[in-house]
């Protein structure tokens, strides 16, 4: 999008207007920001002294998009690997990445065991097979495999419990 000057002319934004344009929607990685600006057709070193600027200011944060995608991606039922991995896709820093998801403060098997009901009910799997596909959803989820075998193993351990 382009702007009026005062003369009535108009310009192109700056990759600084336009970054901040897009923090100002939402919370964007740097290189999700850089990969953005470079799309529109900003100079890498403009788009990299964009970031920087929006950096030194405070409206970019990776420790705050990284915080903002778990939060959600928690709530929406995933575990902590498939956070992991696409935390690692926006090219954050593993030590950042732990750190968030330590914050979280989250009870995976409550959280495990919540997603099975929602897909499975409270019907307890009596077969092997049943169980099989439970722990592949789960896993697919991004449940760490401790975490599902407690939840699945407690369906098996005492079928006559309701998960709760």
């Known amino acids: 999008m382009k702007k009026k000057s005062q003369r009535g002319t108009i310009s192109p934004r700056s990759g600084y207007e336009r970054g901040l344009g897009l923090l ?10 850089k990969a953005k600006l470079s799309a529109r057709g900003h100079a ?5 002294g964009a970031i920087e600027r929006l950096q ?7 420790t705050r ?19 992991q991995a696409e935390l690692r896709s926006h090219g954050l820093a ?9 914050e979280l403060q ?4 409550a959280s495990a065991a919540a997603q099975l009901r929602r897909r499975h009910g409270a019907r307890v799997a009596l077969e092997a097979a049943e169980r099989a596909a439970r722990a592949a959803f789960l896993l ?13 193993r407690a369906e098996v ?3 006559g419990e309701e998960l709760d």
């Open 56 to 62: 030194q200011q405070d409206y970019q944060s990776d």
């Open 106 to 109: 989250v009870d995976w098997i």
């Open 140 to 152: 697919r989820r991004g449940f760490d495999p401790a975490t599902v075998r407690a939840v699945t």
């Open 65 to 83: 998009f990284a915080a903002s995608v778990a939060r959600q991606r928690s709530s929406q039922g995933y575990g902590p690997r498939r956070i």
């Open 94 to 102: 593993d030590a950042t990445i732990r750190a968030v998801i330590e």
């Open 44 to 48: 890498a070193d403009e788009a990299n």
């Open 24 to 33: 100002a929607r939402r919370e964007h990685s740097a290189r999700e920001l």
């Open 157 to 159: 351990d005492d079928p």
